[in-house]
C-alpha cells in the first residue's frame, strides 16, 4: 500500500478542501443531478437515487439494474426509471448493451488491484464503464489526476477516497451505494482497510486498450509525483 498521506480533520477545511480541488460526494439513498462544468471537453450529466430520466435521440445512457447485478447502455431516444445511478452522455450513440458485474474482475491493474471492462470504448475517446476491485490493505493507484470527469459508484465493500495534494488532503469514507463524482484534474486514489471494496468507474472519456498492460483502467492517469 502507498504511503499514508496525510489528512486533514476540520470539517470546515475538509469541505473547502474538496471544493477546491473538485469532487462531491452522495450519500446513499439521496437524489441529486450534476452536470459538465463550464469548461469541459464533454457533456455528461449524472442521476443519483431513484429518478426518472428522458434521454434524447442522439445521447446515450448507462444505468445499472434494481439489483445491482446488470449494467445497461442504451440509446436514445426513451425514458428510463434509474434506482441508483444513471449518467446520459451527449452525442454518443451505440448500440444497446448489457453485462453482468457478478463475477470477479479479469485484468490485472496496480498494488494488487484488478478491472473488468464493463463497456470498452469501442475507438479511443469513448465512454466506458469499469469495473474496479480493490483487496483489503492496498490502495487503487498512487495519488493522481484523470484529464476527464470520473463518475464511481460504490458496488460493495468499504474504503476511502482520499483527494487535495501534499499536506492538504482530506479522507472520505466510502460504503455500498455512494456515488462519487471526480472532476478532471481532481488528485486522489481510494484505499482500503480489511475489506474488498467493488467500484464501477464510469469515464465520461477514456483511452482505448485491451490487453494487461495496456487498458483504460491504466491509460489516461498521470501520476501526481
Same mark, same amino acid.
Given at each position: 500500500m502507498e504511503a499514508s498521506v496525510p489528512i486533514m480533520n476540520t470539517i470546515g477545511d475538509k469541505r473547502i478542501t474538496e471544493s477546491l480541488y473538485?469532487?462531491?460526494?452522495?450519500?446513499?439513498?439521496?437524489?441529486? +443531478?450534476?452536470?459538465a462544468r463550464h469548461g469541459d471537453l464533454y457533456y455528461f450529466k449524472t442521476f443519483i437515487g431513484e429518478q &426518472? #430520466?428522458?434521454?434524447e435521440k442522439g445521447d446515450s445512457i448507462f444505468y445499472l439494474s434494481e439489483d445491482k447485478t446488470t449494467a445497461l447502455l442504451?440509446?436514445?431516444?426513451l425514458s428510463v426509471t434509474s434506482t441508483h445511478i444513471a449518467t446520459v452522455i451527449r452525442g454518443y450513440m451505440p448500440e444497446n448493451k448489457l453485462s453482468t458485474i457478478t463475477k470477479n474482475t479479469n485484468l490485472p491493474y496496480v498494488n494488487?488491484?484488478?478491472?473488468k471492462q464493463?463497456?470498452?470504448?469501442?475507438?479511443?475517446?469513448?465512454?466506458?464503464?469499469?469495473?474496479?476491485?480493490?483487496?483489503?490493505?492496498?490502495?487503487?493507484? +498512487?495519488?493522481?489526476?484523470?484529464?476527464?470527469?470520473?463518475?464511481?459508484?460504490?458496488?460493495?465493500?468499504?474504503?476511502? &477516497? #482520499?483527494?487535495?495534494m501534499g499536506n492538504h488532503c482530506v479522507s472520505e469514507s466510502l460504503y455500498p451505494g455512494k456515488s462519487i463524482v471526480l472532476q478532471?484534474?481532481?488528485?486522489?486514489?481510494?484505499?482500503?482497510?480489511?475489506?474488498h471494496l467493488r467500484v464501477l468507474p464510469l469515464?465520461?472519456?477514456?483511452a482505448?486498450?485491451?490487453?494487461e498492460n495496456s487498458h483504460p483502467m491504466y491509460n489516461g492517469t498521470h501520476f501526481t509525483n
Open positions: 473538485g469532487v462531491e460526494y452522495f450519500e446513499a439513498g439521496l437524489s441529486a +443531478a450534476v452536470e &426518472s #430520466v428522458a434521454v442504451k440509446s436514445g431516444p494488487g488491484c484488478s478491472t464493463v463497456f470498452p470504448p469501442e475507438r479511443p475517446g469513448d465512454p466506458t464503464l469499469q469495473l474496479l476491485s480493490i483487496p483489503p490493505y492496498s490502495a487503487e493507484q +498512487a495519488h493522481h489526476i484523470h484529464s476527464t470527469v470520473r463518475v464511481v459508484y460504490v458496488l460493495s465493500g468499504t474504503g476511502r &477516497s #482520499v483527494v487535495g478532471k484534474m481532481c488528485p486522489h486514489h481510494f484505499e482500503t482497510d480489511d475489506e469515464h465520461v472519456f477514456s482505448v486498450g485491451a490487453t
